[in-house]
């Protein structure tokens, strides 16, 4: 399983100041509701609108991709306070929007094809 995070746009200002975030994308891939794998894309520094252009591969059998769960979680780096979650999307078995639950169908009913759409986040 190939995974792009490509590219978010108009996140949610964080600071007090108004000014950008330092947003990155944490990837936890899910079997059933059992975290598999997770890996993160780097930090880009102060922008709403941040170009990630990163993939990750995963190692899983065509046949479990139906079980499977892929969740991204946009996440503001803060050096000085916890970091926070901007915003999550959930495809697969378990996805609560309807979007990625057709999404993730697609990548199932064709292996080895590439599916890109855009996702809008959910809140976390």
Known sequence: LS?????????????????SANPYVKVNVFYGRKRIAKKKTHVKKCTLNPVFNESFIYDIPPELLP?????????DFDRTTK??????????????????????????????????????????
């Open 67 to 75: 079980e499977i769960s892929v969740e991204f979680l946009v996440v």
């Open 3 to 19: 995974v792009v995070v490509l590219k978010a746009r108009h996140l949610p200002k964080m600071d007090i100041t108004g000014l």
């Open 83 to 124: 970091n926070e979650v901007l915003g999550r999307l959930l495809l697969g078995l378990h996805s609560p929007a309807p979007s990625g639950a057709s999404h993730w169908r697609e990548v199932c009913e064709n292996p080895r094809r590439q599916i890109s759409k855009w996702h809008n986040l959910n809140e976390y």
